[in-house]
């Protein structure tokens, strides 16, 4: 399990942990039951507190990502569809966002979007 921390970043490192890991869990490269390390071993690694892995292991256990088994470890949960699909459709607003920010600059109306939308799929 790959995570970086950006000390410049400005987020704090509980949230970056969280969000690399979610991320991996979310991908696909971390699978269903798949053992994460410990909370002390990740904070040696990352060289940070125990403190701070700990909340991110716990952010992670309220988003319902990870389980933790007493004496066993933290764990990937079973992949919750509808909490894929939410995190998928929460994507796609934001680049809908997006598009309708640039489409203002390019005087683009939304019959203009959605044409360019069905052209799109076509070439699929």
């Known amino acids: 399990m790959l995570i970086f921390i950006n000390n410049k970043s400005g987020v704090p490192i509980y949230d970056q942990i969280y969000s690399q890991i979610k991320e991996q869990i979310l991908n696909g490269t971390l699978e269903e039951d798949a053992p994460l390390p410990s909370i002390r071993s990740l904070a040696k690694d990352?060289?940070?507190?125990?403190?701070?892995?700990?909340?991110?292991y716990e952010e992670l256990e309220k988003s319902g990502l990870i389980y933790t088994a007493p004496g066993?470890?933290?764990?990937v949960s079973a992949k919750n569809t509808e909490l894929?699909?939410?995190?998928n459709l929460k994507?796609?607003?934001e680049h809908m966002e997006e598009i309708m920010k640039l489409s203002v600059s390019c005087n683009l109306n939304k019959d203009?979007?959605?044409s360019m939308l069905?052209?799109?799929?076509e070439e699929e």
């Not at 990352?46 to 991110?56: C, E, G, N, Y």
């Not at 069905?118 to 799929?121: A, G, K, P």
């Open 46 to 56: 990352l060289q940070i507190s125990v403190i701070t892995t700990k909340r991110a």
């Open 118 to 121: 069905n052209i799109l799929y």
């Open 91 to 93: 994507k796609i607003e």
């Open 112 to 114: 203009d979007i959605i």
């Open 84 to 87: 894929l699909r939410e995190e």
């Open 72 to 75: 066993r470890g933290s764990f």
